[in-house]
Nanobody
Framework: QVQLVESGGGLVQAGGSLRLSCAAS????????MGWFRQAPGKEREFVAA????????YYADSVKGRFTISRNNAQNTVYLQMNSLKPEDTAVYYC????????????????????WGQGTQVTVTS
């Protein structure tokens, strides 16, 4: 099992940057593929980015490609989401998630593939 705690959210003006962190408990963090999702008020939860267990492979939603970067540090049990050039439409609660079943290449953007979720961190981008 793994427990996830997000941090780094906040209020930022459009064009600004934030870095989200997701700290994981457990000694097997390096065996989990990780993802970031977000949910805006009144909308479905949507995929943002994913990274495989080793960090070699990353994948992004079209809406954030070129602006967001996902990375991980397995020695520190942490996954990051660097968000640049933020837009008001990026406003949402951001969740990190872990998948320990090895479905990264087939289901990395599917929220249902992730068995563990953090509590979320709010990101608000003002215009």
């Amino acid at each position: 099992q793994v427990q996830l705690v997000e941090s780094g959210g906040g209020l930022v003006q459009a064009g600004g940057s934030l870095r989200l962190s997701c700290a994981a408990s457990g000694r097997t963090f390096s065996s989990y593929d990780m993802g970031w999702f977000r949910q805006a008020p009144g909308k479905e939860r949507e995929f943002v980015a994913a990274i495989n267990w080793s960090g070699i492979s990353t994948y992004y939603a079209d809406s954030v490609k070129g602006r967001f970067t996902i990375s991980r540090n397995n020695a520190q049990n942490t996954v990051y989401l660097q968000m640049n050039s933020l837009k008001p439409e990026d406003t949402a609660v951001y969740y990190c998630a872990a998948d320990g079943r090895g479905t990264y290449y087939s289901r990395r953007s599917d929220a249902g593939a992730y068995g563990y979720w953090g509590q979320g961190t709010q990101v608000t981008v003002t215009s």
